[in-house]
């Protein structure tokens, strides 16, 4: 069944400059133009498309943090994620919402992503277990055999755990395809292969942004969710969002591997209804290169396998690297740039892109469109890189 469509308003009405994609003159024209071809920037293409916004996303090509992503939507289990009451909330709301988009995504491009519910967090020693009470945010506390009942292929040396039934998972390589071919099907466009080399933003007029080709694309909004990779786009202070390298394996699913997400304190591990199990990750501040460390993934392996002693048998089927695009205070840059009211940043989502791209492209869309605008993004605003005095 089709999902009902909104009343569409006029463009003017929304403030929106040019309700069309093509322009004269080999211009390129959009309501709102998102650089970023990631989770963060499809699921805000789709949105916009879906509220009856031209939307056109545009994708460098260069490796995407969403697909080195494990796809957890594990709010309970992130630390990272409560450290402030804003963030840990805006966690909440987004896993809320992934549900109901699984579904919708399906609806609109064919395609399953394998969305999954439950994640279990398991101790092995006292010390993981106090990490329970202070890093971990929700979740039914479980004895030792209740963790076991749950995954009997775990370890008997488990000591207890944590479970988290609407935490969950999806397959971001698939998110990404659903998303690109459901903007396609509610009348977005996708421009591939493209880099942008600059966005001017003034106060009149429309937003334009060159491609290295030479091309020029006006916006009446643009949007830019590049992950880590600012590339002189914004005049965010150096050093407010940079590099955190994961590096992650997948083993192929055996008799005894889990079930459901599992994390202990040596590695997170993902099975996904291909018959991967994801297991990660490594963090390693700074690094923007994409090679992965041998040690480093054996020892992932190691922790994966002391954990389910099975997977010693499973064939490993791929290794990789990606970029997190972290932020000194941890959490992401979102809403509109003070210097330029028409660029609306969605960037710096650090361990949490897949988790948290639902709200934060409702945000976006309530930028743009001045409608449903969610007041917890106030935390996020870049502006507090100067009170942080980050330079
Ligand atoms: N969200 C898990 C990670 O970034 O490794």
Not at 7 to 29: D, L, M, Q, Y
Not at 152 to 173: H, T
């Amino acid at each position: 069944m089709r999902h009902p469509r909104r009343a569409k308003r006029t463009p003017e009405s929304r403030g929106i400059v040019a309700r069309r994609f093509w322009g004269a003159h080999n211009v390129i024209r959009s309501d709102v133009l998102i650089i970023g071809g990631g989770v963060i920037g499809l699921m805000s293409g789709w949105l916009l498309a879906r509220a009856g916004v031209a939307a056109t996303v545009i994708d460098s090509g260069m490796p995407a943090a969403t697909d080195a992503a494990a796809g957890m939507l594990a709010p309970s289990f992130e630390g990272s994620l409560q450290q402030g009451a804003a963030l840990a909330e805006f966690s909440r709301k987004s896993l809320g919402r992934w549900p109901a988009l699984a579904a919708a995504l399906y609806e609109r491009s064919g395609v399953d992503c394998d969305f999954q519910k439950g994640v279990l967090s398991v101790a092995f020693d006292e010390g993981e277990a106090a990490a329970f009470e202070k890093d971990h945010d929700g979740g039914l506390l479980l004895r030792r055999e209740e963790v076991l009942a749950l995954e009997p292929a775990l370890s008997p040396r488990v000591l207890g755990g944590r479970f988290a039934a609407d935490d969950g998972q999806v397959d971001p390589r698939l998110v990404r395809v659903a998303l690109a071919r459901a903007l396609l099907n509610d009348g977005g466009r996708l421009l591939r292969g493209k880099k942008i080399v600059a966005v001017h933003a003034g106060e009149n007029g429309p937003a334009r942004v060159s491609t290295e080709g030479g091309e020029t694309i006006e916006a009446g909004h643009v949007v830019i969710a590049t992950g880590a990779r600012l590339d002189g786009l914004t005049r965010l202070p150096p050093g407010a969002v940079f590099p955190v390298k994961g590096e992650a394996l997948a083993l192929g699913r055996v008799a005894g591997s889990p079930m459901r997400v599992v994390r202990t304190g040596r590695a997170y591990l993902c099975p996904k209804a291909d018959g991967r199990v994801v297991v990660g990750a490594t963090e390693i501040e700074g690094d923007w290169s994409l090679t992965t460390d041998a040690a480093r993934i054996d020892a992932l392996r190691k922790g994966a396998c002391a954990a389910f002693s099975a997977l010693s048998a499973a064939p490993e089927i791929s290794r990789w690297a990606g970029i997190r695009p972290s932020t000194r205070d941890g959490a992401p840059i979102i809403g509109g740039a003070a210097e330029a009211e028409r660029v609306i940043f969605a960037l710096g989502h650090y361990r949490n892109g897949v988790l948290l791209a639902p709200a934060t492209a409702d945000a976006v869309v309530g930028a743009v469109t001045g409608e449903g605008a969610d007041p917890l993004i106030a935390a996020f605003s870049a502006a507090r890189f100067n009170e942080l005095g980050v330079s």
